[in-house]
């Protein structure tokens, strides 16, 4: 039986995915009719959506088919709360996702450890050579440990770093010391020289990193947000800055994106940027992932990466 | 019995090493006599011979009851060919050396492979959201595979990178493609974008990165030299940057140190210099390894980290 899919995306989102999509369909064996949304179309045609938050559909309700809505994101802020989904939301996550954002933290983390700023930029050919250090006398704070946060922990572990997880609710992963709730939120702040932020965005994120979330970062330690750049409060973040209280951050998302060229944070030297490179997700590994999900669909088992919007609809 | 050590240091370095060599003797269980080069001594009654090439000796001939030579030094390229030293002599390695090599290889492989030099410094306020590869599509060589280069290519293999190591002799390491012999060395540089060196400072090593060495490199790759200033000819590394062959490199260890500030290393944009950071001996640390190498001795056991000094000699 033919399965009915609708692409909710862009007309280049399509251009991109389209051949990536048909090919990872074919491998699972499963016979696709796809259409994208900008063709004229019947809602009520469908088994599945697939969605970006670039895409025109913002209204669920006329599609009335539907099985599942699979996003192509991996941060689903844009969609879990929309009041017209009434059926599983799956988010993405793929290997690359996972690898990409794995190496930045590690590299970042790395080069705030080492202090490689000084020797990278050096123009008084200073020769300090205390060593730093070393990873097991290096406090690192992961807060978030989800299917991002949870690998880059485990890495920065393996390395050796004196690793602390938080997340809201429990969670146990070996080789980090894992906190959660409220109330142990500072603990995790307090002792950590590196905080790196892995929380997905959502109501109760938003707007975290703010007044007291930075006062309760250990003096001089360094931020470093891949996540999402709604998590901070960024004239917070640069008050801390500009008193010395954090010794830097290195900010791969942004409130608006790409940065505007006269935003403070380019000019700060506390702050450096990254544009958003952090984590992409890659249309041949991504498409194997969705033609998974459909293929669980159809056949009746748990669909992969269902996104639990209980928290999302009562933050509404 | 008591066991008669000499330290065959500087003064400076008996303050800082005697108190840590004297707490892992009595933990190793020895009853020790350790006196300190400086003070009046018969050079015919030590069995055992601490020896840094900082401190004064240089010739071992006197020292006739010596049943070994520990060296407080990971590099032993300036004792293993000398020909008065006729009794096992033993390089340092500790596991304090071998992290901080880990975290300075990995922490700059990861910084050239993600591209940070163009974050950290700016200026123009440039967004390319272009992501890099991921480290399964990066390939790395390390060139020594011994106790500091296999732990930085297992390491660097367990992030993805795509990992060859290049040794002199044959030898094998999981995830790691292992090449060796003179004349696949070419073949582990033609197809690597950053190379790290971690060979031993020999009369086999030194010079090895000349002009054909680097002419065997890929186009555009990156150096890394935590290894000895020593094996690279600095002129044909400065005419291989100034031409563009290699795009960068990265050197922990130079031919003097500190390097002197007139030294072109400094200026050259395509140069980082750090200062000789990447691995550090720690007192603490590294009094365990020379006391059980006393206890093995004593206790007729074979010593751990023996340098084999048959090429040594041989290059004579």
Redesign the interface.
């Known amino acids: 039986m033919t399965v009915r899919v609708l692409f909710a995306g862009r007309d280049a989102g399509w251009d991109e995915w389209a051949p990536h999509l048909r090919d990872a369909f074919a491998e699972a064996g499963l016979d696709v009719a796809m259409v994208p949304v900008s063709r004229d179309h019947d809602p009520a045609a469908f088994d599945w959506m697939i969605h970006s938050p670039k895409g025109p559909v913002e209204d669920f309700a006329p599609y009335t088919g539907l099985k599942g809505v699979l996003s192509l994101w991996a941060g689903v802020e844009r969609v879990e709360g929309n009041p017209t989904l009434t059926v599983p939301l799956t988010r993405m996550v793929d290997d690359?996702l996972v690898?990409?954002m794995?190496?930045?933290v590690?590299?970042?983390v790395?080069?705030h450890?080492?202090g490689?700023?000084a020797?990278?930029?050096?123009p008084d050919?200073a020769?300090?050579?205390?060593?730093?250090p070393?990873?097991?006398d290096r406090r690192v704070a992961v807060l978030g440990l989800g299917a991002l946060g949870a690998p880059c922990a485990t890495?920065l572990a393996?390395?050796?770093f004196d690793v602390t997880g938080w997340t809201r609710k429990a969670r146990s992963l070996d080789g980090v010391r894992c906190l959660h709730g409220p109330e142990a939120r500072d603990d995790a702040l307090a002792e950590a020289e590196i905080v790196v932020l892995l929380m997905p965005h959502t109501s109760a994120t938003q707007d975290m990193v703010d007044e007291a979330f930075l006062a309760a970062m250990a003096p001089g330690a360094v931020l470093l947000n891949p996540a999402r750049g709604a998590l901070v409060v960024e004239d917070d973040l640069l008050d801390a800055l500009d008193r010395g209280h954090l010794s830097h951050a290195t900010l791969d998302t942004h409130r608006v994106?790409?940065?505007p060229?006269d935003h403070p944070f380019?000019s700060h030297p506390r702050v450096?940027?990254?544009?958003?490179?952090a984590s992409?997700t890659r249309p041949g590994v991504a498409s194997k992932v969705i033609a998974e999900n459909v293929r669980r669909g159809e056949a009746g088992e748990p669909l992969l990466h269902v996104v639990d919007r209980s928290e999302a609809m009562a933050g509404r």
């Open positions: 690359s690898q990409g794995v190496e930045w590690t590299g970042h790395l080069r450890h080492l490689m700023d020797h990278i930029v050096n050919r020769w300090d050579g205390t060593a730093p070393l990873a097991p890495t393996g390395l050796g994106e790409p940065l060229p380019w450096t940027v990254t544009p958003h490179v992409h």
